[in-house]
């Protein structure tokens, strides 16, 4: 019988760890330095990314390893670690699937000027980019380095709420930063807009009144902050409600500081883990909401799913010779290619159009002669329903779809409630704007067809990109933006949908690959 935890990293080196009983091994490996720069689900059990081998008495098997892992891994002492306590054992690691920061430079050696740092802190992603007399020179894109303990907000904010973890999370923020920093000059000022669950636990404030209703702001944003002795000040934008934060805020920023201001009414859409939505009734007139969303469009959760990349599939088209998926910067040979979350809703919009999935999100034998050769690749995995997608290990299965199907309903549900609060049709609206997850890859036909939106705003969509970090370079350059963010609480009303008694059946109405009004 082990008495301490024996690691073995992907590197060869071995390490003893002390056993955890509040922890997961994913979490006390994570903790250790590994799985970093790996999008996991942390806990779900269900990306897969988290796996270890139990060299000697493996713990029984959950019912999620059996769903995800084969009977001759289970067999052979392979688990997830994020689904069991870091016990003693000895556990080897395997290489990792790491999702490699993108940068871009155009800065020369000798950069004379006020060099800024705006940065978008989600919760699955970190963005940042520098600016030198309001010009970008240098900008990046990665993993928010906090993910190994908590894949979506309220996982965080669970671990934040423990005494001097939130610490924890907070430092491998502000360590990345230093590292980004000093990689390319003196900074004099940042600018860090993201939700107020990412903003708080960056700032180390008490996040209890975010864990459990009634949910209160620990902080309101609109400040300059201190994060780290070795980090230049912070502002953070205001926050307008507790889970519609300063990311918004500056996404607001980022639209009305455009060359082409958007037209009222409109519907502004922040997707992440959290869905953030604002309804643009005026200029001093906002309605705003949000609803957990998961991470499904991020990438993160899914069976094959990995964050937007070089190598990651964006979209699918069916040919004569079968699916044909569309990668990102072109194909990385030699691995199984990740899915975005927008390619997940390509996907499934092919498949509702060629009668393989249904509208409630069932496969289905298909409506052509090419659709019923696509669906005959319908078939089982670990006892699980799976469209095998044409190559080794790549697999569609049903809890994909219902994860997808998830994030449309919350989706469907934040717009109707906000246009009948406003007493609005979508018809009246003059432009829905989509930013996050989605405004980046995302083809407006595949949200008609899995009925995100309805097919009358087919027209007035448009996806504007990371909105968050445009609106945060902004308020790094620009004082009369920063007074415009100061107007928006005032001039925003909170629509709260978790907390009312309807959601729940709202919610599961609009579980169909249809917009429901």
């Not at 965080?156 to 923020?173: D, M």
């Not at 939505?277 to 469009?297: D, H, K, T």
């Not at 060629?354 to 659709?371: I, K, S």
């Not at 994030?407 to 609206?429: C, H, I, T, Y």
Request: aromatic share 6%.
């Amino acid at each position: 019988m082990e008495k301490s935890l024996h690691v073995r990293f992907e590197d060869g080196s071995v390490t003893e760890i002390e056993p955890s009983a509040e922890r997961s091994l994913a979490q006390v490996l994570f903790l250790h330095g590994a799985f970093r720069e790996v999008p996991l689900c942390s806990g779900m059990g269900r990306c897969g990314l988290c796996k270890v081998k139990f060299e000697s008495e493996p713990p029984e098997a959950r019912k999620e390893e059996q769903k995800k892992l084969s009977p001759q891994e289970i067999e052979a002492g392979w688990r997830l670690s994020c689904l069991h306590r870091a016990e003693a054992a000895r556990v080897t690691i395997p290489p990792a699937k790491r999702v490699v920061p993108r940068i871009t430079d155009t800065s020369s050696e000798q950069m004379n000027g006020e060099l800024k740092l705006a940065v978008d802190l989600g919760t699955t992603g970190l963005h940042w980019a520098f600016t030198l007399d309001g010009e970008t020179v240098k900008s990046g894109r990665e993993l928010n380095p906090q993910m190994g303990l908590g894949s979506e907000v309220m996982s965080r904010l669970a671990y934040a709420s423990i005494p001097g973890q939130c610490t924890v999370l907070s430092k491998l923020v502000t360590s990345r930063l230093k590292e980004i920093i000093a990689g390319t000059g003196q900074v004099e000022e940042m600018v860090v807009a993201g939700n107020p669950s990412m903003t708080s636990i960056l700032s180390q404030h008490n996040v209890e009144g975010l864990c459990r209703a009634p949910y209160t702001l620990p902080d309101r944003g609109g400040n300059i902050v201190n994060l780290d002795t070795d980090l230049p000040q912070a502002y953070i934008p205001p926050h307008l409600a507790p889970f519609v934060g300063a990311d918004i805020t500056a996404g607001i920023v980022a639209l009305n500081f455009s060359k082409e201001k958007p037209e009222y009414p409109y519907l502004f859409a922040d997707l992440g883990t959290n869905g953030e939505f604002v309804l643009g009734l005026s200029e001093n007139r906002y309605i705003v909401s949000s609803v957990p969303m998961g991470p499904a469009l991020e990438g993160v959760g899914m069976s094959n799913g990995r964050t937007a990349g070089p190598g990651a599939v964006s979209a699918f088209t069916l040919s004569p010779a079968g699916l044909v998926p569309s990668f990102i910067d072109g194909e990385q040979k030699d691995e199984i290619p990740g899915i975005t979350g927008t390619g997940y809703l390509s996907l499934c919009a092919l498949l509702l159009k060629a009668g393989v999935l249904t509208r409630e999100g069932n496969f289905a034998p298909g409506n052509t002669p090419l659709a019923a050769r696509l669906a005959r690749n319908i078939t089982e995995i670990h006892g699980t329903p799976a469209l095998d997608l044409g190559r080794d290990g790549f697999f569609l299965p049903a809890a994909d779809v219902e994860e997808i199907l998830k994030v449309k309903a919350a989706f469907n549900l934040a717009m109707s409630a906000l246009l009948e609060d406003a007493g609005l049709a979508p018809s009246e609206l003059r432009q829905i704007i989509l930013g996050g997850a989605m405004g980046q890859h995302v083809n407006i036909n595949d949200l008609v067809s899995t009925g995100f939106i309805p097919a009358e705003t087919y027209g007035i969509t448009r996806a504007a990109g990371n909105t968050s970090l445009a609106g945060a370079i902004i308020l790094a350059n620009n004082q009369k933006s920063r007074d415009f963010a100061a107007t928006l609480p005032d001039n925003s009303k909170v629509l709260e949908l978790a907390g009312n008694e309807d959601f729940g059946r709202k919610y599961l109405e609009r579980m169909i690959f249809q917009y429901v009004y």
